[in-house]
């Protein structure tokens, strides 16, 4: 994963000339990350046009990028609801690497039907539980070279059931292995209590359970903030776009805050 290393020196250098800025940074990595691999993904016509119009969101070439996601790796998608990354990981995938799909089996519905759909894109999928629990099918230890979570972890810490997620996740991955996180960003000034109803997380939070399973820091970005966003919206971050929680209520107002701000955190298992 040699291009981790030089994303981000490219990034330490623009943040060190012009400060944390989402368009600094999005520059930086589109510039190191002009990979032609992830970008035939996400201009695969298999993806849904829907999912295509978010891109301006969640900057996926960027965000991949930055987590270092290589097409011959073995990448396990925590709870994939219904398929978003999963559209652009099964073909960058599909040839020579291998993608898990993990998650409760109601929970995996999204990514059966994509398969069903189209078994040529998808049929190569391999799915397990998580958290899993017992004798349920489980991603083997130690073979994952990236587990990637987008939006998950405040699910996670609302249920009190972060330490177990971080734990299996942990043991998924290989020595060196990339743990990356995307969430909903909450100020380190916020009261606490506001990560357990609104869908926001502080980062130390993040820091704190994945630092505790056995993980270190090893990058983040600011690939996917959106000033914008004050959250402290009436519906949490349900509030915003896609979910629009408040119905027509404000919906204009909240379609141009855009998705959410959020932090972009990059983990290793060490060796």
Not at 116 to 130: H, N, Q, S, V
Not at 160 to 174: I, N, P, S, V
Not at 193 to 219: D, H, I, P
Not at 244 to 253: F, M, S
Request: charged share 25%; hydrophobic share 45%; with cysteine.
């Amino acid at each position: 994963m040699i291009r981790q290393s030089l994303f981000a020196a490219v990034a330490l250098a623009a943040l060190a000339a012009c400060g944390p800025t989402a368009s600094a940074e999005r520059a930086a990595a589109a510039s190191v990350y002009a990979d032609t691999s992830i970008a035939a993904a996400m201009a695969a016509e298999t993806r849904t046009p829907a999912n295509v119009a978010r891109d301006e969101w969640r900057h996926p070439r960027e965000t991949l990028g930055f987590f270092g996601v290589e097409p011959d790796d073995t990448v396990v998608e925590i709870w994939p609801g219904g398929g978003w990354y999963t559209e652009i990981l099964a073909p960058l995938l599909r040839e020579s690497g291998m993608l898990w799909a993990v998650a409760g089996e109601k929970q995996l519905a999204g990514v059966r039907a994509l398969i069903e759909k189209d078994p040529a894109t998808y049929g190569k999928i391999r799915l397990a539980a998580f958290p899993a629990s017992g004798g349920e099918a489980r991603v083997p230890d130690g073979s994952a070279d990236v587990v990637l979570t987008f939006r998950n972890v405040h699910n996670w810490v609302m249920a009190d059931r972060g330490e177990e997620a971080f734990r299996q996740m942990y043991a998924m991955l290989k020595p060196g292995g990339v743990l990356g996180v995307v969430d909903h960003r909450l100020p380190e000034s916020a009261d606490a209590a506001r990560e357990r109803t609104s869908g926001y997380l502080k980062v130390s939070t993040v820091r704190r359970l994945a630092e505790a399973a056995g993980f270190r820091l090893a990058g983040e970005s600011e690939i996917n903030a959106n000033w914008r966003d004050s959250k402290d919206h009436p519906n949490g971050v349900w509030s915003l776009p896609p979910t629009y929680r408040g119905g027509a209520v404000d919906r204009e107002r909240f379609a141009a805050i855009g998705e959410s701000d959020r932090m972009t955190l990059r983990f290793v298992k060490p060796k």
